[in-house]
Antibody, heavy 124, light 110 residues
Framework: QVQLVESGGGVVQPGGSLRLSCTTS????????MHWVRQAPGKGLEWVAFIRFDGRLKYYSDSVKGRFTISRDNSRDTMYLEMSRLRTDDSSVYFCAKDPNPHAAQGDNWFASWGQGTLVSVSS | FMLTQPHSVSESPGKTVTISCSRS????????VHWYRQRPGSSPTIVIYEDNQRPSGVPDRISGSIDKSSNSASLTISRLKTEDEADYYCQSRDATNSWVFGGGTKLTVL
């Protein structure tokens, strides 16, 4: 059973920084592309960022480009999201999600497994 | 592009409901459409992938389709059960390498 566990959420002031982690188990992490998806309280889902299985290709949504950095450590089966210059509208539950198929060169088209999410609140 | 869903739908147990997902620009069949269910307090789970494929464990009373004439996709749930009550999101991909979700539809089974 694929396990994805997010951590690192919390309360941060506008303009501040935070690093989220997604620790995984029960699949070969280094073979799969991974994503961050967020959900503001009471709102819908918003894709945030993607990193290819080998870490060499990354995509970002326009709303976070230049402020957030996605990375991964395949030796630790862990993905990260470094968030800086945080704004109040970044307040959300952040989910990590996994590609369904291994070795997708441009990332796969849907999200096969999701973690339980970690809450980020940006407030003064 | 955007994916537009009705904000909410409701139907009685045992009936059939269809949730639409309209693509604002570009052909609906340019990229596959996928559907997720999110129950309150839980993370999303896939119920239909690649327009009409059901993952293992999803019952065959849940189905997906696309309609090129209306440039939209649909999720149909028949023989509704109270356990189907949830938020449903459609999702597709963009040529600019982004993944796009619809705004979500709240299904009430009353």
């Amino acid at each position: 059973q694929v396990q994805l566990v997010e951590s690192g959420g919390g309360v941060v002031q506008p303009g501040g920084s935070l690093r989220l982690s997604c620790t995984t188990s029960d699949f070969i992490f280094s073979n799969y592309g991974m994503h961050w998806v967020r959900q503001a309280p009471g709102k819908g889902l918003e894709w945030v960022a993607f990193i290819r299985f080998d870490g060499r290709l990354k995509y970002y949504s326009d709303s976070v480009k230049g402020r957030f950095t996605i990375s991964r450590d395949n030796s630790r089966d862990t993905m990260y999201l470094e968030m800086s210059r945080l704004r109040t509208d970044d307040s959300s539950v952040y989910f990590c999600a996994k590609d369904p198929n291994p070795h997708a060169a441009q990332g796969d088209n849907w999200f096969a497994s999701w973690g339980q999410g970690t809450l980020v609140s940006v407030s003064s | 592009f955007m994916l537009t869903q009705p904000h909410s739908v409701s139907e009685s147990p045992g009936k059939t409901v269809t949730i639409s997902c309209s693509r604002s620009s570009g052909p609906i069949d340019s990229y596959y459409v996928h559907w997720y269910r999110q129950r309150p307090g839980s993370s999303p789970t896939i119920v239909i992938y690649e327009d009409n494929q059901r993952p293992s464990g999803v019952p065959d009373r849940i189905s997906g389709s696309i309609d090129k004439s209306s440039n939209s996709a649909s999720l149909t749930i028949s023989r509704l059960k109270t356990e189907d009550e949830a938020d449903y999101y459609c999702q597709s991909r963009d040529a600019t390498n982004s993944w796009v979700f619809g705004g979500g539809t709240k299904l009430t089974v009353l």
